[in-house]
């Protein structure tokens, strides 16, 4: 099992800048997939971003594609997403959540941490 817990939430102006961080308990980070995903006041939670255990395989959702970015590091078992040029649009909680390396990337994910907030404001 693993716990999860984001950082990098805030309250930035549009068209700036944040950057999450997502921190891995445990020695087996790198054998999980590992996504973010957001829930906006009133709406469903949504797929933002994916990335596979080795880093070479991401996924993102078009509201996102050219202005988040995912990467992780699997030596300080942390994931991240950088994200830019944000939009009001983008305000939600975001989630990090982690899957086993055996399954899909994409779909629904076992592990989950407990959000950090992202307000953009217009």
């Not at 970015?69 to 305000?91: C, F, G, P």
């Amino acid at each position: 099992q693993v716990q999860l817990v984001e950082s990098g939430g805030g309250l930035v102006q549009a068209g700036g800048s944040l950057r999450l961080s997502c921190a891995a308990s445990g020695r087996t980070f790198s054998s999980y997939h590992m996504g973010w995903f957001r829930q906006a006041p009133g709406k469903e939670r949504e797929f933002v971003a994916a990335i596979d255990w080795s880093g070479g395989i991401t996924y993102y959702a078009d509201s996102v594609k050219g202005r988040f970015t995912i990467s992780r590091d699997n030596a300080k078992n942390t994931v991240y997403m950088q994200m830019n040029s944000l939009k009001h649009e983008d305000t939600a909680v975001y989630y990090c959540a982690a899957k086993r390396s055996g399954r899909a990337l994409l779909g629904e994910y076992d592990y989950w941490g407990q959000g950090t907030q992202v307000t953009v404001s217009s």
